[in-house]
């Protein structure tokens, strides 16, 4: 009989401890209960909202060698078209036609520009280049642009 009160025993402090365990978790507060602080009746912050980068407009090479020979940029909405400038402004040659994509965040960013070649292919000056990648940081684009077998950096500033 020894065998069988230990046992009783053992269950029924094991049921006791049970339901004490399980009284703690019913016995808290209810979530809807008026002094239940949640998250979100803490003060939200938001990140304030800034504008995406717009870099339409006119833009000049602000590191060139000459005053009368540069290159010249026009961004619209989706295309980007440089020029190379001659004879003090008198000259005008395309360059590069393609697109833009223009950035979703505020800052610096990268772009692939791809070639429209139904306008430079006729363009004497012209890259053939199928994709040209432009970077923009610190109010700047900047892309590589090979002539005659020298390759430079081109800087353009917002006109």
Do not use: H
């Amino acid at each position: 009989m020894n065998g069988t009160l230990a046992r009783k025993a053992t269950v029924a402090i094991a049921i006791a401890v049970l339901g004490f365990g399980l009284a703690g978790c019913a016995g808290s507060t209810p979530s809807n209960a008026p002094d239940d602080k949640t998250a979100s009746d803490a003060p939200t912050k938001t990140a304030p909202t800034t504008k995406p980068t717009d870099l339409t407009g006119e833009w000049v090479q602000s590191n060139s060698k000459s005053a009368d020979s540069y290159q010249a940029a026009t961004i619209t909405g989706d295309s980007i078209e440089i020029n190379w400038i001659s004879d003090g402004g008198d000259t005008t040659s395309l360059y590069w036609a393609g697109s833009y994509v223009a950035p979703t965040a505020d800052g610096s960013f990268s772009w692939e520009s791809a070639n429209d070649t139904s306008k430079t292919s006729s363009a004497m000056l012209a890259s053939s280049d199928p994709t040209k990648t432009f970077d923009f940081v610190d109010d700047i684009i900047s892309y590589q642009v090979s002539l005659l077998g020298t390759t430079t950096k081109v800087e353009l500033k917002r006109e």
